[in-house]
């Protein structure tokens, strides 16, 4: 298992505009947000997206977060600012958050979260079989770039998961979005998409200083439930339930039942 702590976790200097656009939002500080493409921008909606309250939730994102308490100790892969962490924290689960931006982290370990560490969820930080479920949302699977980039990812989660792990990680169908959902790139491919974007930080330092951090092209593959289920294959895992919300979904993967649930 890792740590229970973890120690003093000062703000990042690099370019990390979505952690420090949480950090700054948690601590009532200006700064704004943006999606770019090329042209295109999309505001970020920190608070929406990142300090929403449950009750505002949808049924698909409570129901995900039971499946995954109820296989307690749970690893919360791309934790943000914490906001899941919290519901779980609040019902006495066992659980640890990771995420690759420092920001991030410090803004979870500022609203009172100890057990979060800064991590690649590509090499997780994390002993073999220390987890019973894994928690991944944000579409964060699709930065594997591709079917088989997905599926290293999900061998990724069945090493710190034991034998009866749960999974559960979220995208958006392609064969239901528009052609104007922000960043799209199309595909020839049947249930395959793509998107591209990077995120912009404008912000303002203590002595009224204004700055401007911007982040890394950002790309993902978008894969119906169907593609998804391919990336599945050669791994311990099987997709046993499909959550979804018009076109975004969920989906819940089980090591232990080799029977879907639809």
């Known amino acids: 298992m890792v740590p229970d702590r973890f120690g003093p976790l000062e703000a990042n200097d690099g370019a990390d505009p979505l952690g420090r656009a949480m950090l700054a939002h948690y601590r009532d500080e200006p700064g704004q947000l943006i999606y770019r493409d090329g042209a295109d921008v999309q505001d970020g909606n920190v608070a929406e997206f990142y300090f929403s309250s449950p009750a505002s939730w949808d049924r698909e994102t409570i129901d995900a977060l039971e499946r995954v308490a109820d296989a307690e100790p749970v690893l919360d892969v791309g934790c943000g600012a ?84 749960v999974a559960v990680v979220d995208n958006y169908d392609p064969m239901r979005l528009e052609a104007d959902f922000f960043g799209y790139r199309p595909d020839p491919r049947e249930g395959i998409a793509h998107r591209c974007f990077h995120l912009e930080f404008e912000g303002e330092r203590a002595d009224g200083e204004r700055f401007r951090e911007v982040g890394r092209t950002l790309q993902f593959l978008l894969c119906s439930p169907a593609r998804f289920r391919e990336a599945t294959t050669g791994t311990p895992w099987t997709v046993t339930d499909v959550l979804r919300s018009e076109a975004h979904y969920r989906a819940v993967l089980t090591k232990s039942d080799p029977k879907p649930h639809r």
Do not use: C, K
């Not at 699709?142 to 009866?164: C, K, P, Q």
């Open 82 to 165: 914490g906001n899941h962490l919290l519901w779980l924290a609040d019902r006495g689960v066992d659980a640890v958050g990771i995420d690759a931006s420092p920001n991030a982290v410090l803004t979870a370990r500022e609203r009172g979260l100890e057990d979060v560490l800064v991590g690649d969820m590509f090499d997780l930080p994390v002993p073999t079989d220390a987890f019973g479920a894994v928690h991944v949302v944000g579409t964060q699977v699709g930065l594997g770039r591709s079917l088989a980039g997905i599926r290293e990812l999900l061998v990724g989660f069945a090493r710190i998961t034991d034998d009866a792990g």
